[in-house]
Nanobody
């Protein structure tokens, strides 16, 4: 499966952005989709993941209550709605896919999108 992340940009603290991950080349509903991010000088970290049928989501504590992840299997897309953004949310955001159950470890994700930059100014 090929993944294409989009929707990043520059926003002021407290603002919102919506990231999308579009998939092609596979059966989308076979995959858990996760979002990860990597800030400058830091390791890539888990942000959120959604189950294959969209019925379950998992969030890192740092984004819980601010970010909402959803998927549309008919459109082969996943959307990460990010509200109340903070400067510490600044990073390159990646979507990734795995056939495993919802997990937070990047090592089990086999397919990755190219990343989209999110910058939150204070």
């Amino acid at each position: 499966v090929q993944l294409q992340a989009s929707g990043g940009g520059l926003v002021q603290a407290g603002g919102s952005l919506r990231l999308s991950c579009a998939a092609s080349g596979g059966t989308f509903s076979d995959y858990v989709i996760g979002w990860f991010r990597q800030a400058p000088g830091k390791e890539r970290e888990f942000v959120a993941a959604v189950s294959k049928n969209g019925g379950a989501t998992h969030y890192d504590d740092s984004v819980k209550g601010r970010f909402t992840l959803s998927r549309d299997n008919a459109e082969n897309t996943v959307t990460l709605q990010m509200n109340s953004l903070k400067p510490e949310d600044t990073a390159i955001y990646y979507c990734a896919a795995t056939r495993r159950v919802v997990v937070t470890f990047e090592s089990v994700y086999n397919y990755w999108g190219q990343g989209t930059q999110v910058t939150v100014s204070s």
